[in-house]
């Protein structure tokens, strides 16, 4: 036990005003829902209820859509590049005036740690606004011919586990490229949609550029078969990510889809070890394994194989697992109860096919959804968890002994949205970039975000790129 | 990356000739720049507070070699210094007193003399310190003189230039030569990292140092910008952490340089925790070398314990 037991440093929750009750933004508006039950947005951590929040249904969906193209005909298309830079720049800074409060909200609606989401989510939420900000009166520089054009209206839904970062990856490069917008939020974590909808009143935004429609799968199914969207983009499983393709096919739409992963981290023998635990650790149990691109599957060479797993264990031992809104914790709440129960799920299937599980002794708070940071060992490729993906912070463990067999071993999953790559040597690096088929490489380092750099899978990961000049293609027609 | 848990015997083994130190410490594990910078950056984000806070104060205050290292320097001024020492807070006497006073070797008597019965070490800086520009003979004469006037720690340079040309078995052969002159002194092998730049050469001179004898590793001169570093620290914590696993010996750590604040003083320890471990959080294995961080740390433990913060002038510039 350490003699040095940090005191609980806990940010205030008194920056952030949270309402009782929150309706659907549409047209400019907080208006009631007409045709959906209003449903609860928990804090995770406490199991706490937040706030009420209105389901929308297919009518109110309809006339979100309609305040869309309306705004899209009348006000956003026909306006300047540089005058929608304008808006898109207010945003952004408004975003910075706010991140304090909107770090909080997002921690304590999706149960993130709270350095997380203030070093991590919400200045990227900022980045990508101005990023596309600057796009704005340059899109004929875009690469997508001299006279690119916006869709129209975009039907976007967003997943939980970045719930603000994702909303800045849908709406800064559509609005940037004049399309307007009908956005869903996840149902367990609409808090920050609804803050952005109020710094869109902020800044002015005319109304029906944005919109955020609440709700659960049903809300999310009417905005994507609405026959009056344009473009559909969705992060999520790929399950309902299939779903989608299905429900477009054979329709104009322009779609995009940002689905699951089960990324290989790859460390060869020569790799620089304690960055390399640092990345692994990042790779898996940043924002509790919540991510599309995590690491899932450690792949280490079987020469290094015992050093660099009695080192990973000593650094998870140091991982602070607790209350979401302290700023030293490391690894906060699961997002929901369902999402909890499929990570046990896996979890023990792993257990009853061989595997060796192991965590580190921590204790976990009694209220609220969590689940420790998990290590399997022992793992082969016919096990569920080296092929499903889980979406927590459970590493599985596995070994190569060539290069060659990396690749393979890496390939063999029906997903292909992001690798790393651990060595100290850089023409391995390259090669290796050029053998996986993963939407994103990255080298000595994981999880590294920039608004400038493309992201997007391969095979069952989806298809299309958001971010960068990619990302603005997305939402041109060309 | 050279596997390290092979023991003591096989480390015995790489010293024994200059091929085949040269090829252990290349074959150490690389340290990636932007990794290391990152880590020590998201261990600076620890928030410590309250009793933590108190804690960690106290802890930083007990590790303090507080130091003077001036062509000004004299008796009466580390005889101050001394006074000091023994009671950092005139107005508050559950101050804990500093590790050691760090001098010059012409005034370890002085000092000496001034911390008799305190509990407190008398450090000198030795080793034709702080370039280290002389000869072998010298330096082990500076070493001799310090500890025959009673030094109970010694602070030697090492020859950074050899050390870059790659002549590591003279760097090697230097420092067992001032560990032999040092007697029963705790030697602090100073690396000067400012000078050395990369985190592979700190780990590889961490090592070298180790495995040569040194008690302690210790960052800077002071006489260098820059000195000591939160990553260059956390890689030395990483190399102490590592030897004891092999050896089963704890080596000690000495930043010593531009820490200047609570803040910062805190980093450290926070990074001590979480690299090395508790077992370092102690001042036989972890020091400040350091002179104005002193004050800084009285400042806020005054704060801490009354509520307001007292002006500069409540404490001493000594």
Partial sequence: MSRFEYAPAPESRAIVDIKSSYGLFI?????????????????????????????????????????????????????????????????????QE?????????????????????????????????????????????????????????????????????????????????????????????????AFAEICQQADLPPGVVNIVTGAGRTGQALVEHPDVNKVAFTGSTAVGRAIAKSVAGTDKAVTLELGGKAANIVFEDAPIDQTIEGIVNGIFFNQGHVCCAGSRLLVQESVYDEVLARLKRRMGTLRVGDPLDKNTDIGAINSAAQLAKIRELSQVGEDEGAERWSPECELPPQGYWFPPTVFTGVSQAHRIAREE???????????????????????????????????????????????????????????????????GYKESGYGREGGRHGLEAYLAH | MTTLDSGVDSLADVTSSEDRLRRFLLGLPGVDQVGAEARAATLSTR??????????????????????????????????????????????????????????????????????????????????????????????????????????????????????????????????????????????????????????NVRRASWLA??????????????????????????????????????????????????????????????????????????ELFRFGASSLLNDLLMQRTKLATGHYPGPDYFTLD
């Fill in chain 1, 27 to 95: 047209n400019g508006q907080f208006t009631d829902a007409t045709d959906g039950k209003p449903f609860k947005t928990i804090s995770p951590a406490s199991e706490e209820v937040l706030a009420e929040v209105s389901e929308a249904g297919p009518a109110d969906v309809d006339k979100a859509v309609r305040a869309a193209r309306k705004a899209f005909e009348k006000v956003w298309g026909p306006m300047a590049g540089r005058d929608r830079a304008k808006y898109l720049f207010r945003i952004a800074r408004l975003i």
């Fill in chain 1, 98 to 194: 706010r991140a304090r409060e909107l770090a909080v909200l997002e921690s304590l609606d999706n149960g993130k740690p709270i350095r997380e989401s203030r070093d991590v989510d919400i200045p990227l939420v900022a980045a990508h606004f101005f990023y596309y900000a600057g796009w704005a009166d340059k899109l004929e520089y875009a690469g997508v011919g001299d006279d690119p054009q916006p869709w129209g209206v975009a039907g976007q839904v967003i997943p939980w586990n970045f719930p603000m970062l994702m909303l800045a990856w849908k709406i800064a490069p559509a609005l940037a490229a004049g399309n307007t917008v009908v956005l869903k939020p996840a149902e367990t974590t609409p808090l920050t949609a609804l």
């Fill in chain 1, 390 to 456: 889980i979406f927590g912070p459970v590493l599985s463990v596995l070994t190569f002994r060539t290069p060659q067999e990396a690749v393979e071993k890496a390939n063999n999953t029906p997903f292909g949205l992001s690798a790393g790559i651990w060595t100290d040597k850089g023409s391995r690096i390259l090669w290796m970039a050029n053998q996986l088929r993963a939407g994103v490489v990255w080298a000595n380092t994981f999880n590294r975000f920039d608004p400038t750099s493309p992201f997007g």
């Fill in chain 2, 47 to 200: 928030s410590i507070k309250t009793t933590a806070k108190a804690y960690a104060l106290d802890l930083a205050i007990s590790m303090i070699d507080l130091t003077t290292l001036e062509g000004q320097d004299t008796p009466g001024k580390v005889r101050a210094l001394c006074a000091k020492a023994k009671r950092p807070d005139p107005a508050d006497p559950t101050a804990p007193q500093v590790a050691a006073v760090c001098v010059y070797p012409d005034l370890v008597a002085t000092a000496k003399h001034e911390l008799k019965g305190s509990g407190i070490n008398v450090a000198s800086v030795a080793t034709a310190f702080p370039s280290g520009r002389s000869s072998l003979a010298i330096k082990i004469q500076d070493t001799k003189d310090a500890v025959a006037s009673g030094a109970d720690e010694v602070d030697m340079v090492i020859d950074r230039g050899a050390f870059l040309s790659g002549r590591y078995g003279l760097v090697f052969d230097e420092i067992t030569a001032i560990r032999e002159a040092a007697g029963d002194a705790h030697l602090k092998v100073i690396l000067e990292t400012g000078e050395l730049v990369t985190y592979d």
């Fill in chain 2, 210 to 283: 180790m495995l040569a004898g040194a008690d302690f590793i210790k960052t800077s001169t002071g006489k260098v910008s820059p000195a000591a570093t939160l990553p260059v620290t956390m890689v030395m914590l990483e190399a102490v952490r590592d030897y004891q696993e092999a050896t089963g010996l704890h080596i000690g750590v000495k930043p010593a340089g531009g820490i200047r604040t609570s803040k910062d003083a805190i980093k450290y320890l926070v990074t001590v925790n979480e690299t090395a471990g508790p077992d370092w959080l102690d001042p």
